[in-house]
């Protein structure tokens, strides 16, 4: 598929099914690997990433069998020996295009004694893995690999036990926090990360429902700081995957730029840690209606609630590093909306877009402006000034998901057709996201 081809609706109405939240399925994949047993992932993710994950799960000794799939969705039921009796892969472990699968896999790895190799596509051996190789390699594991293995392929070698790091992340990041906390199951003794801002949770909710004592603290200075004991054992357990706020973004997006629209998204996580782009988009006056379902799993589940998103007059707003690195997924699809408000919105320190699938920053901005939006880019720094009539053009996505999702958004408001190039990335995390699109279009 070259390009595809999205013209403006008269109207947006329906409930478009949501994939299962994928940063919760790799997590809940890799913990299921370290527990020795049966463990059920109900209503998983299956975009490309989680398959990587499971196909990683997979090559290091455990059965990975996928069950019922509906709606882009599946269960998997996954019998594992346990974290000490994994096997030693015989291949390339290949984690696809999904940092989240390359760096929680070397935290996982970093805390067994056996040797992998972690690899992925073009733009994976383009990330870097730095942040995550220096506090596991302070904590005892081996790592070698590219410029001083900050580039894939990178290859690991554990051991057990690990020793406990007391660490400091320099920027926020979930994915890095979480690989030090992997490690720390197989570390003798405490293991401490503190983070400016706190980031996603969900690696510490999901360890406590398997078990695992996991404390966190906010400190004097407001940092957030997170500490579990090893050596610690996972227990297996049954999970139900919530659908994701961040594939939920771009219908609540659409929904508040469409001059006519209601759009109904069931049973998304509103965990504090996630729900950012729901409480920034009402500040920015998105009509947002929160109904609330009960929470599964008890205190260390994910809330979860429906979302009705109407159609809403936005006005600007401005965004500092902490709801940046909050909603840091989130922040292409919120570009759009600020594209649509009323007044100029600045998004300050947004550098970490630069390291994602693609330098997002420079492909919002590219794309943006294509349709007629005005972006300024100083740094990392973006300034969008809101209010403009957006023209159909084309688009070039970077093959990344989330610029191809919300181009195709755009068009469903712009003058004329929009191009987006290269749509098939969608399928990195939301495989039915083109189906859904048609099917609101009322």
Known sequence: MDGLVVRPAARLRGRPALPGD??????????????????????????????????????????????????????????????????????????????????????????????????GDGSLRRRPMGRVVEPLRAMGASFSGRRSATLLPLAVTGRAPLEPIDYATPVPSAQVKSAILLAGLAADGATRVVEAVATRDHTERMLRARGVTVREATLEDGRHEVRLTGPAVVRAIDETVPADPSGAAFWLVAGAIHPDAELTLEGVSTNPTRRAIIDILRRMGADIEERERPTPGGADGEPLADLVVRSSRLRATDLGTAEVAAAIDEIPALCLAAAAAEGTTRIRGAGELRHKESDRIAGIADGLAALGARVRVTGDDIEIEGGRRLTGAVTETLDDHRLAMTFAIAGLIAEGETTVLRPESAAISYPGFFRELEGVRA
């Not at 790895?109 to 056996?114: N, R, T, V």
């Open 22 to 119: 994928k940063s919760i399925s790799h997590r809940a994949l890799l913990l299921a690997l370290l527990a020795e047993g049966e463990s059920r992932i109900v209503a998983a993710g299956d975009g490309e990433d989680v398959r990587s994950t499971a196909g990683v799960v997979r090559a290091l000794g455990a059965t990975v069998e996928r069950l019922a799939e509906r709606d882009g969705r599946v269960d998997y039921r996954v019998v594992s020996p346990g974290g000490g009796a994994l096997a030693e892969p015989e291949a390339i472990l290949d984690c696809g295009n999904s940092g989240t699968t390359t760096r929680l896999a070397a935290g996982l790895l970093a805390g067994l004694p056996l040797f992998a190799v972690l690899d």
